[in-house]
């Protein structure tokens, strides 16, 4: 290590850096024999958890060779990779934020060779959801930020300080590693401590390898590495690498190195977020312009006035510095939360009392929390870090908490399970986080692991394919009908038959004419996702059939590999005499509870029909309930809350909602 008596010379480090990535190669070639790695020591479901036989641990003896090499504790080493990337090396592909490898060394000018397109929708979608006013559509462009902070540069840096070229740090594994031992000892070197193997003196190099500009992401970072040292972990790796890092449950760093790190305080304000997260609060504006106009978001009451039910997760469709833009300009929308991707940092934009534009839906944007995660829908590869999903789920846990929202997917919503309003709205809504966004292991993180909860006579089945083996073809990432890259996913497909050949089942509300579904990264017209609930409409050999859209849609399930498992609970059918249902994408009052004043809302059914003999699962019962909000001056808002009560359910890929006097509920049986 430079400033070490005993460090070899440069050309020592690259000779171990090519000895190690040789090493490296030549497993990823057993890759084929060895088959996928168990996820997180996450089960198949039935308690047992799968795992090759003596996978390879070069990548272990890299981590081992680059902590000598740097005098870097070879714990501290492994845990910041694993925050940031679980260890995997994504193939050298970049996350988000244009992070390479299992140590997240950031080349973002390389990285972004991706467009950022405005995320609310393409000037078609109104994401304030309410006939009331006239549509809120976006503008036209993203504004581009051409400026780098120092977090999106790191790799540059680890290159110059190992010696080891830019374009080795990011395809080669064991070399991102050790550029990521120099960027950690030139770390702990500006802040005048020792290089050496206590781990817990290194607690502010960790904090300045986050990137973090202010001290409070910076430290909740740094609590999250020693976290992970003190508890310890192993997995195998997405090259199938065996990585251990053995637990230290008595380790205590020295958390006072902090206060000489130089990082600004955050920006002040009542931020809503755990004290488990950094929080700052940069806030959308409730401003009048134009012609009576107002933005972004209406004033609200909530609890009080109305109960909050849902928790939404977007992604951002741009970058950081894009998204901050955008949510502070009184023309676009707004949501409540934004999420970084390097650090897991969240800045909060609306109080969670008042109601954000953003779900494309008014009645889900009534009764909502929007979250929003920088990340792209159709760039598989483009990776999230596990900074940004244990942050999210923390402030999602603490908000369920809070205002009493259930843990489970017909309540913690993807944007893309969000219901068109009306049969005009359904093909224009939205579908990210789409079905690369890692639901299994968000909710292990939420402390709500999904797993079996019944037996085979339970009469629902909960979707859930191993992540990482689970890879369904997808098309249409960057150019349309071309495939996308092999990539772990959280979708299923549907067929109309239980085989492979079968066509897959349609979604007349996206495809009026009838046509047939694809395998668009965007079409959600034949595909349930991790977590999702539905009745068990048949099984046959290794197929299961399911309710869905008003058909029964077969998907593959193999004993040796599910995609689903057994579940109960409630399920609504048509009540007794009625051959079929309407079905809707709001709940809302019935014509005699609106008072004067505020104009009845349609109750407008979707294109589809929930018939007679079919079931599906229960979310929740909710009262019919309309926020009137329209205009600046909050003295005309109401909250109109009528009689008539509505049932969730999951109907499709998306949540909808029937009266409850149209059906019956009953428990689920097979």
């Not at 009048?288 to 849902?310: M, V």
């Not at 999951?650 to 509920?665: E, I, K, L, T």
Request: hydrophobic share 35%; aromatic share 8%.
């Amino acid at each position: 290590m430079r400033g070490s008596p005993t460090a070899p010379a440069p050309s020592a480090r690259r000779g171990r850096a090519r000895r190690a990535a040789g090493a490296l190669a030549s497993a990823a070639l057993l890759l084929p024999l060895l088959g996928a790695a168990p996820h997180d020591g996450v089960g198949d479901g039935h308690g047992q958890v799968s795992a090759p036989a003596a996978p390879p641990a070069r990548l272990q003896d890299a981590f081992a060779d680059a902590a000598a090499e740097y005098g870097v504790p070879q714990s501290v080493l492994l845990a910041v990779s694993y925050l940031q990337s679980r260890w995997d090396a994504h193939g050298g592909a970049p996350s988000v934020t244009g992070g390479y490898g299992p140590m997240h060394l950031t080349d973002a000018r390389t990285a972004i060779a991706r467009s950022g397109a405005a995320h609310h929708g393409d000037g078609t979608e109104d994401a304030r959801g309410d006939d009331s006013r006239g549509a809120r559509l976006p503008r036209a462009e993203v504004p581009r930020d051409e400026r780098l902070p120092a977090r999106l540069r790191t790799l540059t840096e680890a290159a110059a300080l190992s010696g080891i070229p830019a374009e080795r740090l990011r395809t080669d594994a064991a070399a991102n590693v050790a550029g990521g031992a120099a960027l950690l000892a030139a770390a702990q070197k500006r802040s005048g401590r020792p290089l050496g193997a206590d781990a817990a003196d290194w607690y502010g190099a960790v904090a300045r390898y986050s990137g973090a500009d202010d001290t409070a992401t910076a430290a909740t970072y740094a609590d999250d590495v020693f976290d992970v040292i003190r508890r310890g972990a192993e997995r195998v790796t997405d090259a199938g690498q065996r990585v251990t890092l053995d637990a230290q449950p008595r380790l205590r760093p020295a958390t006072a190195q902090l206060r000489t790190a130089g990082l600004r305080a955050p920006a002040a304000g009542a931020t809503e977020c755990p004290a488990t997260v950094s929080c700052e609060w940069i806030p959308a504006p409730y401003e009048e312009f134009g012609d009576g106009d107002y933005g972004n978001h209406d004033q609200a009451d909530r609890p009080a006035s109305q109960s909050i039910d849902y928790i939404v997760v977007h992604d951002t469709e741009s970058t950081w510095d894009s998204t901050l833009g955008m949510v502070q300009d009184p023309a676009y929308v707004s949501w409540q939360y934004s999420l970084r991707s390097t650090d897991g940092h969240i800045a909060q934009h609306v109080k969670a009392e008042d109601v954000a534009w953003h779900a494309g839906n008014w009645y889900v944007n009534a009764k909502s929390i929007g979250l929003e995660h920088e990340g792209f829908l159709t760039a598989p590869d483009s990776w999230y870090t596990e900074a940004m999903y244990r942050s999210s789920a923390r402030l999602v846990k603490y908000l369920a908490g809070k205002y009493g929202i259930p843990l489970d997917r017909q309540h913690v919503l993807g944007h893309d399970t969000v219901p068109g309003t009306t049969t005009a709205t359904v093909p224009s809504m939205h579908t990210d986080p789409g079905p690369y966004w890692d639901w299994r292991h968000y909710f292990t993180l939420l402390g709500e692991p999904l797993r079996a909860t019944a037996g085979p006579k339970g009469g629902l089945v909960t979707v859930l394919p191993r992540y990482d083996r689970n890879k369904p073809g997808f098309t249409g990432c960057v150019t349309a009908g071309e495939p996308c890259p092999a990539h772990g996913s959280s979708a299923v497909r549907l067929r109309t038959e239980p085989r492979a050949d079968a066509p897959l089942v349609k979604d007349i509300g996206l495809r009026p004419t009838g046509a047939e579904s694809t395998t668009d990264v965007n079409d959600i017209g034949s595909r349930v996702s991790t977590g999702q609930q539905y009745a068990v409409a048949g099984r046959r050999g290794d197929w299961t059939a399911i309710w869905y859209l008003g058909q029964r849609a077969w998907f593959e399930n193999p004993g040796g590999q599910p995609t689903a498992v057994n579940a109960s609970g409630a399920v609504v059918t048509p009540r007794a005499g009625l051959a079929g249902i309407p079905v809707y994408g709001r709940a809302y009052p019935e014509k005699d509870a609106y008072p004067a004043g505020v104009p009845v809302q349609e109750v407008s059914p979707l294109p589809y029909r929930l018939l007679a003999g079919q079931e599906y699962a229960v979310g929740g019962k909710v009262p019919g309930e309309y926020f009137y909000a329209p205009a600046f001056d909050t003295a005309s808002h109401r909250v109109v809350r009528g009689s008539d009560l509505y049932y969730e359910i999951q109907f499709g890929h998306r949540v909808a909602f029937v009266r409850a006097a149209d059906v019956r509920v009953t428990p689920s049986s097979a």
